[in-house]
């Protein structure tokens, strides 16, 4: 899949928030950029994550970029001052380079990341940073056991699975080492808490799963998702207190030209 069209629903992404922005903050503390003109959030979503970028830096102009018209909507609606454009991040090209160029979340569904990556430090002023980070959960139960799952719909699914679109780190430092000047890149696992029935599914169910969903019939959908869901509980149980312990990695690369 080489770009991110597929219409998002904010609600059922925004249903664990708070899990869903720590690696967004966490991305955002390490940028050093005291006084940035021009800063890009690629894949910016519901927008929330932009209106933390617009409150770091005030004097900025700030521009959210995404695909979904929905997702789109409700930042434009909670954040009025903002520029938003809808736009294919796979074949996005700013007016003016950007002086911080930021991704959460969002990279990971771009196909060739040989090309994406170097194309994306053309697009910075000199001195400019970016700032990304992509799931890398893609070994772990959540994701493997999609395939498993399918069973008669696997002939329906494939097209749209993609079972590794992260690579480990080293690869991008072979990717980003040629173009830039100073690069960091590390992982963080994060052991989430999750609340209610069906935690992880619910979760998945917002991301990975949705470009899969969208591809079946209703009947088709509802047995894939309660096979799926019966996976994720075996691999995920709830645990005495109820709650339900969801260890993700993400990937994370701040570059500078």
Same mark, same amino acid.
Request: proline residues 8%; glycine residues 8%.
């Given at each position: 899949? #080489?770009?991110?069209?597929?219409?998002?629903?904010p609600s059922?992404?925004?249903?664990?928030?708070?899990?869903?922005?720590?690696?967004?903050?966490?991305?955002?503390?390490?940028?050093?950029?005291?006084?940035?003109?021009?800063?890009?959030?690629?894949g910016?979503?519901?927008?929330?994550?932009?209106?933390?970028?617009? %409150?770091?830096?005030? %004097?900025?102009?700030v521009?959210?970029?995404?695909?979904? #018209?929905?997702?789109?909507?409700?930042?434009?609606?909670?954040?009025?001052?903002?520029?938003?454009?809808?736009?294919?991040?796979?074949?996005?090209?700013?007016?003016?380079?950007? %002086?911080?160029?930021?991704?959460?979340?969002?990279?990971?569904?771009?196909?060739?990341?040989?090309?994406?990556?170097p194309?994306?430090?053309?697009?910075?002023?000199?001195?400019?940073?970016?700032?990304?980070?992509?799931?890398?959960?893609?070994?772990?139960?959540?994701?493997?056991?999609?395939?498993?799952?399918?069973?008669?719909?696997?002939?329906?699914?494939?097209?749209?699975?993609?079972?590794?679109?992260?690579?480990?780190?080293?690869?991008?430092y072979?990717i980003?080492?040629?173009?830039?000047?100073?690069?960091?890149i590390?992982?963080?696992?994060?052991?989430?808490?999750?609340?209610?029935?069906?935690?992880?599914?619910?979760?998945?169910?917002?991301?990975?799963?949705?470009?899969?969903?969208?591809?079946?019939?209703?009947?088709?959908?509802?047995?894939?998702?309660?096979?799926?869901s019966?996976?994720?509980?075996? #691999?995920?149980?709830?645990?005495? %207190?109820?709650?339900?312990?969801?260890?993700?990695?993400?990937?994370?690369?701040?570059?500078?030209?």
């Amino acid at each position: 899949m #080489a770009n991110m069209t597929h219409d998002w629903n904010p609600s059922q992404y925004m249903k664990f928030a708070g899990h869903r922005l720590r690696p967004a903050l966490d991305l955002l503390a390490r940028i050093d950029a005291d006084k940035p003109a021009i800063v890009y959030d690629l894949g910016c979503g519901p927008g929330n994550v932009t209106g933390l970028l617009a %409150d770091r830096w005030p %004097d900025a102009a700030v521009t959210g970029i995404d695909a979904s #018209a929905d997702m789109l909507a409700k930042a434009k609606a909670e954040h009025p001052d903002i520029t938003w454009i809808e736009a294919d991040l796979g074949h996005w090209s700013p007016e003016v380079p950007g %002086d911080v160029i930021y991704s959460n979340a969002a990279l990971h569904w771009l196909s060739d990341h040989r090309a994406v990556f170097p194309g994306l430090m053309e697009h910075l002023s000199p001195g400019g940073v970016l700032a990304v980070q992509m799931p890398h959960n893609h070994a772990e139960p959540s994701h493997t056991a999609i395939r498993e799952a399918a069973g008669p719909v696997l002939g329906k699914l494939e097209p749209v699975m993609r079972e590794t679109p992260v690579a480990a780190p080293e690869v991008y430092y072979d990717i980003l080492e040629p173009v830039t000047g100073e690069l960091d890149i590390w992982e963080t696992v994060y052991t989430q808490v999750l609340e209610g029935d069906n935690a992880v599914a619910e979760w998945t169910k917002g991301s990975v799963l949705k470009p899969l969903l969208d591809v079946l019939d209703e009947d088709e959908r509802g047995a894939f998702f309660d096979t799926y869901s019966g996976l994720m509980q075996k #691999a995920y149980p709830v645990r005495a %207190d109820g709650k339900t312990l969801f260890p993700f990695r993400r990937l994370f690369i701040v570059a500078r030209p």
